[in-house]
């Protein structure tokens, strides 16, 4: 869904990137800057309750920043030639620490309970490696699926604001992810499935 927007965005955000490289920024520095504001994020979902509202609107952003620190990172790497699989690996990875440390953080804060938290996480997890292992065995998944990151991560920042004005939002918008991964990872098996019988 919002992937198919991922190179309108991209051209949009050319001005940023160029700024980012001009400060010295790397693709791989973008990706440790996205890790870090979702564990921010994770922090500010974890002490929700002690400092409410101020990080009812702290932490979406950081969810924000985390997602754009995402599309920067590869928009960079396109942009000057700084493509590699070592940072491509490494970009994968710290995005799933970040989406964990998010649900987690959510979790940590009384604001979901465990059942979803777990359902959740682990949808979240075996969408992209559904992805991954696709793709290594020659079946391009890019687009497939209802839950994508950007999707998630967009669920959850409505979700928080939400929570401004209902407490349970987050709590349903856990549930509805933990739906949605695994449908999407379901998705994922089904068109893989069919692509590499023939």
Known sequence: MLSRLREVVGRALEGHARLAYRLGLTPNRVSVLGLLWALLAALAYWHW????????????????????????????????????????????????????????????GGLC??????LAISGSLLVSYARARAEGLGASLAGVGLAERAERLLAVVIASWLALFWGQALKICVWLLAFLTHLTAAQRLACAWRALRT
């Open 113 to 118: 309970g465990p059942l979803e938290a777990i």
């Open 49 to 108: 309750a002690d400092w409410w509202p101020f990080l009812a609107l702290v932490a979406p952003f950081l969810v924000l920043l985390s997602g754009y620190s995402d599309v920067l990172d590869g928009l960079l790497a396109r942009l000057y030639g700084l493509e590699s699989r070592a940072g491509a690996m490494l970009d994968s990875m710290l995005d799933r620490y970040a989406d964990v440390a998010v649900l987690a953080g959510i979790w940590a």
